[in-house]
């Protein structure tokens, strides 16, 4: 199921304030991953990071980040999760495990995320999957129908970085028709 996303598109998200977003902050939280979610990439350039697209400017030596756009469920809310590919290699791990193996989303248990040094280089993570499985609310069902899918964000995200390169002098080539034109259908 995983493996399959790793052939989507790579883009930058850029988390917000509000409370619509999962912070990774040091710590321990309980929450439920809800989608499969959409891996992308991002590169940092020294003022924040950038989404990897074709020909976005990143030098050969700058590697980037694999993440991993998700919906978890924290505190009872429905929140956008730009998860760290160790989070998503300890999910991966789970749903592979004879004991904790899950075929579907959303995930049938919580799991305890902890973060340690969140924001620097020497960053940890840990998953512990909780023993107790159950089924999300009715409601959190609901609510989930009507969010923005993972994909959907990406997809934005990734539009919104094709803008900025756009508009940052690169030209954006021309299409041209590919039939000839009459000069009687040319209304003036």
Do not use: H
């Amino acid at each position: 199921m995983f493996e399959d996303m790793t052939k989507g598109l790579a883009v930058q998200v850029t988390e917000s304030a509000d409370d619509e977003w999962f912070n990774i902050e040091d710590g321990t939280k309980k929450i439920r991953v809800l989608s499969e979610g959409k891996l992308f990439q991002r590169w940092y350039d020294g003022t924040g990071y950038k989404t990897c697209v074709d020909d976005d400017g990143r030098p050969d030596d700058v590697k980037p980040q694999t993440r991993w756009m998700t919906q978890v469920l924290d505190g009872g809310k429905i929140k956008l999760a730009n998860m760290p590919w160790g989070f998503y290699s300890e999910i991966t791990n789970l749903q592979k495990d004879e004991d904790w193996g899950f075929d579907s989303m959303p995930m049938e248990y919580d799991v305890s995320f902890t973060v340690q040094n969140a924001g620097t280089t020497s960053v940890k993570y840990s998953v512990v999957p909780s023993p107790k499985k159950e089924a999300i609310s009715e409601d959190v069902k609901a609510d989930l129908e009507e969010a923005s899918t993972p994909a959907d964000v990406v997809e934005a995200m990734q539009n919104k970085r094709k803008k900025e390169l756009d508009s940052n002098g690169e030209d954006t080539p021309l299409e041209y028709p590919k039939a000839d034109i009459n000069p009687e259908d040319v209304p003036f």
